[in-house]
């Protein structure tokens, strides 16, 4: 059985709510980051890295919540284009990555230079708000001309987008005005939450 390491961040919610799209059997094991539960050595062994999410199929782990994602997709030959589907998947893989490699990152430390530092960091938190909305209106001015992030087909990648879209306003500080300037972005995120499989992933935020 899959064991699926996890707490009620953005990166495990992706992973949580593909195995729920999946409808697969998993063991649930929370990790306590607050408490460093994920420095314990056995957790280690599975993610050196110690973050979540991870996941355990049998003798194979994977770690980093878009490998994880891939992973999936690729096990189950669903939410992803196959190697036949040559432009579809290239375009799948990029915005993947980009989502990992920029919206990630930089929202992740919005948050923390905003939520979280012991003393306002002024410049730090005006360099990655600045990358954070940069990279997050290359996504909206990709979604307002398509349906989802690979035009008219759900995939992992709108599961990856879904994880920090949710928290969006308390990302960038923004409140209400989020959706004022990201209102596509709030389209997608409105068809993902209406989703069945994403409502029970929210129940993995308790």
Same mark, same amino acid.
């Given at each position: ?30 990790? !306590? ?23 355990? !199929? ?99 990648? !709108? ?16 409140? !209400? ?30």
């Amino acid at each position: 059985m899959l064991k699926f390491f996890f707490n009620a961040a953005p990166n495990p919610m992706k992973i949580a709510l593909m195995l729920e799209e999946l409808g697969l059997s998993f063991e649930a094991v929370p990790v !306590d980051t607050r408490k460093g539960e994920q420095f314990a050595p056995e957790f280690l062994a599975i993610n050196p890295n110690a973050k979540v999410p991870a996941l355990c !199929d049998g003798e194979t782990t994977v770690f980093d919540s878009n490998a994880i994602l891939l992973y999936l997709a690729e096990r189950e030959q669903k939410f992803f284009p196959t190697v036949a589907q040559a432009k579809e998947r290239g375009a799948a893989l990029s915005w993947l990555m980009f989502i990992a490699s920029g919206i990630g990152p930089f929202s992740g430390q919005s948050v923390h230079f905003r939520h979280a530092a012991p003393e306002p960091k002024e410049y730090a938190l005006n360099r990655y708000d600045f990358e954070a909305h940069r990279h997050w209106t290359v996504l909206e001015k990709h979604l307002a001309q398509n349906t989802y992030m690979l035009g008219e087909h759900y995939s992992i990648v !709108d599961m990856a987008l879904w994880g920090w879209a949710r928290m969006l306003p308390y990302v960038l500080g923004t409140g !209400d005005a989020t959706w004022v300037q990201y209102p596509h972005i709030k389209r997608v995120l409105d068809l993902v939450n209406a989703r069945p499989a994403a409502q029970r992933a929210e129940a993995f935020k308790a």
